[in-house]
Protein backbone atom coordinates (compact mmCIF):
# COMPACT_ATOMS: atom_id res chain seq x y z
CA UNK A 1 0.00 0.00 0.00
CA UNK A 2 2.67 2.57 1.12
CA UNK A 3 6.03 2.74 -1.13
CA UNK A 4 7.49 5.83 0.86
CA UNK A 5 7.07 6.45 3.97
CA UNK A 6 8.77 9.61 5.52
CA UNK A 7 8.58 9.80 9.45
CA UNK A 8 9.55 13.42 11.22
CA UNK A 9 11.77 13.25 14.70
CA UNK A 10 12.71 15.29 16.81
CA UNK A 11 14.84 14.19 20.30
CA UNK A 12 11.73 13.50 22.18
CA UNK A 13 10.14 10.09 23.46
CA UNK A 14 7.13 11.03 21.00
CA UNK A 15 9.19 10.80 18.23
CA UNK A 16 10.58 7.43 18.79
CA UNK A 17 7.35 6.28 19.29
CA UNK A 18 6.49 7.38 15.54
CA UNK A 19 9.68 6.36 13.92
CA UNK A 20 9.33 2.48 15.83
CA UNK A 21 6.06 2.81 14.07
CA UNK A 22 7.47 4.28 10.43
CA UNK A 23 9.80 1.48 10.72
CA UNK A 24 7.07 -0.90 11.25
CA UNK A 25 4.81 -0.26 8.55
CA UNK A 26 7.56 0.43 6.40
CA UNK A 27 9.10 -3.57 7.06
CA UNK A 28 5.51 -4.47 6.64
CA UNK A 29 4.67 -3.20 3.22
CA UNK A 30 8.25 -3.68 1.75
CA UNK A 31 8.55 0.26 1.46
CA UNK A 32 11.38 2.74 1.69
CA UNK A 33 11.95 5.22 4.64
CA UNK A 34 13.37 8.09 4.49
CA UNK A 35 13.45 10.13 8.18
CA UNK A 36 13.73 13.83 8.72
CA UNK A 37 14.73 16.12 11.14
CA UNK A 38 14.06 20.13 10.71
CA UNK A 39 16.78 22.26 12.55
CA UNK A 40 16.19 25.90 12.98
CA UNK A 41 18.57 28.32 11.71
CA UNK A 42 19.62 31.23 14.21
CA UNK A 43 21.97 34.39 13.80
CA UNK A 44 24.41 32.60 15.79
CA UNK A 45 26.68 30.28 13.84
CA UNK A 46 27.69 28.44 17.08
CA UNK A 47 24.12 27.48 17.85
CA UNK A 48 23.86 26.96 14.06
CA UNK A 49 26.65 24.43 14.31
CA UNK A 50 25.34 22.71 17.27
CA UNK A 51 22.03 22.38 16.04
CA UNK A 52 22.84 20.61 13.34
CA UNK A 53 25.62 18.24 14.98
CA UNK A 54 22.88 17.47 17.04
CA UNK A 55 20.58 16.90 13.91
CA UNK A 56 22.91 14.49 12.42
CA UNK A 57 23.31 12.84 15.69
CA UNK A 58 19.27 12.61 16.38
CA UNK A 59 19.20 10.70 12.55
CA UNK A 60 22.27 8.25 12.98
CA UNK A 61 20.67 7.01 16.29
CA UNK A 62 17.42 6.86 14.07
CA UNK A 63 19.18 5.44 11.46
CA UNK A 64 20.61 2.30 13.96
CA UNK A 65 17.25 1.95 15.01
CA UNK A 66 15.76 0.80 12.02
CA UNK A 67 18.63 -2.23 12.38
CA UNK A 68 19.27 -4.83 9.56
CA UNK A 69 15.21 -4.34 8.98
CA UNK A 70 15.35 -1.89 5.92
CA UNK A 71 17.78 0.52 4.29
CA UNK A 72 16.98 3.85 5.66
CA UNK A 73 17.51 7.46 3.91
CA UNK A 74 18.40 10.61 6.47
CA UNK A 75 17.88 14.04 5.29
CA UNK A 76 18.33 17.27 7.53
CA UNK A 77 16.36 19.85 7.08
CA UNK A 78 16.90 23.67 7.75
CA UNK A 79 13.96 25.87 8.65
CA UNK A 80 14.16 29.08 9.29
CA UNK A 81 14.47 30.02 12.89
CA UNK A 82 12.27 33.21 12.96
CA UNK A 83 9.27 31.46 11.96
CA UNK A 84 9.70 29.35 14.84
CA UNK A 85 7.20 25.91 14.66
CA UNK A 86 5.65 27.33 11.19
CA UNK A 87 8.87 27.08 9.95
CA UNK A 88 9.70 23.52 10.97
CA UNK A 89 6.33 22.28 9.78
CA UNK A 90 7.00 24.52 5.89
CA UNK A 91 10.61 22.17 5.80
CA UNK A 92 8.79 18.82 6.90
CA UNK A 93 5.93 19.30 4.35
CA UNK A 94 8.54 20.59 1.36
CA UNK A 95 10.51 17.75 2.20
CA UNK A 96 7.50 15.24 2.16
CA UNK A 97 6.23 17.13 -1.03
CA UNK A 98 9.78 16.61 -2.48
CA UNK A 99 10.81 13.30 -1.88
CA UNK A 100 6.76 12.26 -3.02
CA UNK A 101 5.98 10.47 0.03
CA UNK A 102 3.00 8.48 0.49
CA UNK A 103 2.26 8.46 4.18
CA UNK A 104 3.83 10.95 6.66
CA UNK A 105 4.71 10.17 10.37
CA UNK A 106 4.78 12.49 12.92
CA UNK A 107 4.70 12.45 16.58
CA UNK A 108 2.13 14.38 18.61
CA UNK A 109 1.73 14.93 21.90
CA UNK A 110 -1.89 15.90 21.99
CA UNK A 111 -2.55 19.02 23.29
CA UNK A 112 -5.81 20.57 23.93
CA UNK A 113 -7.82 23.58 25.30
CA UNK A 114 -5.40 26.87 26.04
CA UNK A 115 -1.85 24.89 25.57
CA UNK A 116 -2.90 23.79 22.00
CA UNK A 117 -4.05 27.11 21.32
CA UNK A 118 -0.94 29.27 22.91
CA UNK A 119 1.69 26.91 21.79
CA UNK A 120 0.22 25.05 18.64
CA UNK A 121 1.50 21.72 17.30
CA UNK A 122 4.10 20.87 13.91
CA UNK A 123 1.52 17.76 13.86
CA UNK A 124 -1.20 20.36 13.38
CA UNK A 125 0.13 22.63 10.80
CA UNK A 126 1.22 19.05 8.81
CA UNK A 127 -2.28 17.93 8.38
CA UNK A 128 -2.95 21.28 6.47
CA UNK A 129 0.06 21.64 5.14
CA UNK A 130 0.70 18.38 2.88
CA UNK A 131 -1.33 16.57 0.01
CA UNK A 132 -0.16 13.08 1.59
CA UNK A 133 -1.67 10.48 3.99
CA UNK A 134 -0.54 11.46 8.03
CA UNK A 135 -0.12 9.03 10.94
CA UNK A 136 -0.33 10.99 14.14
CA UNK A 137 1.47 8.55 16.58
CA UNK A 138 1.00 9.50 20.08
CA UNK A 139 2.97 8.12 23.21
CA UNK A 140 2.28 4.78 24.54
Known amino acids: MYRKIMAAIADDDISWNALQEAI ?3 TANGAELCV ?4 STADDDEKNRNS ?3 GADLLQRAKLAAGEKLEVETRLLEAEGEF ?3 GISEAI ?3 ATEWDADLLVVGTKGRRGLE ?3 IG ?3 EQLVSAVGTSILLARSR
Open 24 to 26: QIA
Open 36 to 39: VHAS
Open 52 to 54: KQM
Open 84 to 86: GLK
Open 93 to 95: ANA
Open 116 to 118: RLV
Open 121 to 123: SVA
